[in-house]
């Protein structure tokens, strides 16, 4: 799922992984899903992405959605400082409806822009990744720098924790139910 303020390049991203071009000129997102197929370690996934509004009218939509998902992109724009502050609100309403075997990685995207033109410096965006506890990507939707990467790191963060959440050694109680054991 991508999420982030609205015009902060989320759709354009979506459709330069997927369709391997550049749409500068769209009509604003309401909600959209793309599916495609990918093979990462070794494995073919089918991948589901969600496209979310940045537009607050929208929010509830996105965040029924939340609860449902493997992997967060969280995307600002390296042009707009408000739409990075904006993160570490959007983190925390995120981080409340997400499930645990969830990941969030951050995107700065626009990394195309002429350094004068942009407001977020790199070791910022990375300070602030770290902090939040989440990988953190330049993009460039435009040129489709890092786009690929930006994914396949989801994906296989995704399957990363999937697999450590799966491997949770389990016990019977005295009912004969399953039940997770967590090591200490």
Known sequence: MLMGAAGV?????IK??????????????KFQKETTEVA???????????????LSAYWSLRDSFVRTVDGIMLVFSLNDVESFEYLTTL??????????DSTI???????DLP????SVNYHLAQETANKLGA????????????????????????MDKRIAVNDVPTKKTKKGKITQCRQQ
């Not at 370690?41 to 089918?46: A, H, I, L, S």
């Not at 990685?105 to 990394?111: D, L, M, P, R």
């Not at 993009?139 to 690929?148: H, P, R, V």
């Open 9 to 13: 390049g989320k759709t354009c991203i």
């Open 16 to 29: 330069r992984w997927i369709e391997r071009r550049y749409f500068g000129e769209y009509i604003p997102t």
């Open 40 to 54: 990462v370690k070794g494995k073919n996934c089918k991948v589901e992405i969600l496209d979310t509004a940045g």
């Open 91 to 100: 983190h925390e309403q995120v981080s409340r409806g997400m499930r645990e």
């Open 105 to 111: 990685i951050i995107i700065g995207n626009k990394e």
């Open 115 to 118: 350094e004068d033109v942009r």
């Open 135 to 158: 990988e953190y990507r330049e993009t460039s939707a435009m040129t489709g720098f890092q786009i690929d990467d930006a994914f396949l790191k989801l994906i296989e963060l995704c």
